[in-house]
């Protein structure tokens, strides 16, 4: 049994822990709060530029698609695959589930198969260390992600892709629910496919200079914003899967304290039995 000391020590250094848990919990409910209204605040765009997107391809000719190098369908021999992940831990199970998809997106394939390309530094920790074929890695904004950073990735991707080095590039990320639910996806991003319009909702539009261009400008804008939304999503997940872990982590510490605290008062109760035994049987001895 440990003594009342051990247990005061071990009572000091859970509660200390909790503050901790504690304080952590508050900053990740903070952040969580701004990154959501980011995620959110950014879907309404990427859905409409799509849809813009897909009025301007329905005006080009299947003959001039073939021009445009991002939309080159080929048989897959190589493919990449953007990992978006955490830098940091603490977050309960977010990392391991995003690394176990990939995994599974992987399984069967052999290692020339296809390259991977990370964001966050605890899945490029992990792939490195089993010896999964990393090409590049991103690191130090998962949790803060800017649109420049979303270009920096669409840039990398789409040279290997237009050079042939890769044939499609897939995008694994975790799409934001609410705080307690965070959903680990994959999206296609090359070649782009451009997405169905809803009907009736077409119109006429008049364009300058004329559909090609304006489509070749609007494709790399299109990939851009769509692995942006994918850094938001994957910034509030963290985030949420943090807050999650760290009130779950306080609760436990709680109960902890309380377990120990009731040990303690039973070993001081019986420390002070004892003492008024020995006290009596000396009075009853000096009888």
């Known amino acids: 049994m440990s003594s009342a000391q051990d247990l005061r020590k071990r009572i000091k250094s859970v509660k200390n822990t909790q503050q901790i848990t504690k304080a952590m919990k ?29 009025n301007v391809a329905s005006g080009i000719d299947a003959g001039a698609m073939k021009a445009y190098p991002l939309m080159a369908a080929r048989s897959v021999k190589k493919t990449a695959y953007v990992v978006i992940g ?14 176990k998809y990939f995994v599974h997106a992987v ?8 390259d991977v390309f990370t964001v966050g530094r605890k899945p490029q920790e992990h792939l490195k260390h089993h010896k999964y074929p ?28 237009i050079a042939g080095e890769v044939d499609e590039v897939i995008m694994i990320y975790t799409h934001f629910v609410n705080s307690l639910t965070q959903t680990v996806t994959s999206r296609r991003l090359l ?31 299109y990939l851009e914003i769509t692995v942006y939304n994918a850094l938001l999503q994957a910034a509030a997940s963290e985030l949420g899967a943090r807050m999650t872990a760290m009130t779950s982590a306080t609760d436990n510490a709680g109960e902890l304290i309380s377990s120990l605290n009731l040990e303690y008062n039973k070993l001081r109760q019986a420390g002070i039995t004892n003492e008024i035994s020995e006290i009596v049987g000396g009075a009853n001895a000096l009888q």
Request: glycine share 6%; no cysteine; net charge negative.
């Open 26 to 54: 508050m900053v990740a409910s903070a952040r969580l709060r701004r990154a959501q209204m980011k995620a959110k605040s950014t879907e309404p765009y990427a859905e409409r530029l799509g849809h813009i997107l897909q």
């Open 86 to 99: 955490a830098d940091k831990g603490l977050a309960g199970a977010y990392t391991s589930n995003i690394v």
């Open 107 to 114: 399984e069967g394939k052999e290692r020339n198969e296809y």
């Open 134 to 161: 990393i090409y590049n890695s991103y690191a130090e904004f998962s949790d803060k992600p800017e649109y420049a950073h979303a270009v920096a990735i669409v840039r990398d991707v789409t040279a290997r892709f």
């Open 191 to 221: 070649p782009v496919e451009t997405p169905e319009e809803k009907s009736g909702s077409t119109g006429l539009y008049l364009f300058e200079p004329d559909e090609g261009a304006i489509f070749k400008e609007l494709l790399p804008k």
